[in-house]
Every structure is written in C-alpha cells, then in structure tokens.
C-alpha cells in the first residue's frame, strides 16, 4: 500500500485546506509544494512566474515536485503539476493520488484574480480555457476522484476520507491464518 495521499485539482479546489485536515484526521504529515518551490526560490509564485515565464515555472514546479521525499504524508502541489511528467511519475509510484473535482462555476466563484493567486495562464488563455484543458490530465492521474460541487468544505473532507479508507481495506494484503498455530492458542 502506497503510504501518501496526492491531492490534484484546480487552484481554489481546497487541496492544502482538506488536505491539512485529512493529514491530522490520518495522523499523517503535511506538505505544500508551492511553499517549498517558494523556499527553495526565495521568491513569491507570481515573482518567479513574471520572472521566468510559465515554461521556467513549470521546470522549478517539476523538479521541486519529483524530489520530494515522503513518507505517511498528504501532499499538496500546484494545479499545474499535471503538466510536469517526472512528478507525476513520482507521485504515482509514492502515493494514491486524489483528485478533488470542481465544476467551471464554482472554481470561477472562488477565484476572482487567478494571475495574483500565482495561476500559470498562457498569453491570451483564458481560465475556463485552462480549466477545459487540464481536466482531462486531472482524469487520468486520478487514482481516487472526489466531486466537491454543493459540498461544504467538512462534506469534501469526510468524502475523502471515506474513499481513502475504502481503498486501504481493498489493497490490505489478508493474511492467512496457520491452523497449527490457532490450535496452540486454545
């Protein structure tokens, strides 16, 4: 059994919010790869986007990404990682990954300005655009899919943790009892 939980989705979908409280809730660690990109860098995401464009982001954004070394930890990286295969691989092999799920009109809701939240947009893409086009990454990276749309923020957490204890029981190896050994306990 893969020992992490990453959290994929859009910006706003509330990765490192539910993702902070399923690691409590688990007694798992927590991390938040932008802040790491933002430690190792020395500069805010938006400073580093204007600095490097969205190419030299996405480089930063892999490497901080395939390099992280976890163990029992709920990880939470940038929407744009589905965009950077090393990390992917990565985090395929380290962990389950989650994919919380939001329709257009609720990310559009709870995100007013996505280029001051640090949202990578190309020159003349817009948010819905980058939202039809990373879904389908999202999708298939997804080992577990969460859909948030009319859920409170507790609902999200507890649909999570649900699917993720359903997915530990189906992939706990039994174990096979020795008879010889039943018989020496009575």
Partial sequence: MKKNLIFIGMPAVGKSTVGIV????????FIDTDLLIQEQEGKLLREIIAEVGADGFLEIENRVNAS?????AVIS????VIYC???????KKIGTVVYL????????????NPKRR????????????????????FEKYADITVCEDGCRIEETIENVLNEVKKRRKRYRPRRKFDKSAKAKLK
């Avoid at 992280?68 to 029992?72: D, P, Q, R, S, T």
């Avoid at 295969?85 to 985090?91: F, K, P």
């Avoid at 640090?118 to 879904?135: A, C, H, K, N, P």
């Fill in 101 to 112: 799920k939001v329709s257009y009109q609720t990310i559009k809701r709870r995100i007013r």
């Fill in 68 to 72: 992280v070394n976890a163990e029992n």
């Fill in 77 to 80: 990286p940038g929407g744009s």
């Fill in 118 to 137: 640090g949202v990578v947009l190309r020159e003349g893409q817009t948010f819905r655009d980058l939202y039809e086009e990373r879904v389908p990454y």
């Fill in 85 to 91: 295969e090393e990390a992917m691989e990565h985090y």
């Fill in 22 to 29: 399923v690691a409590k809730r688990l007694g798992m660690k």
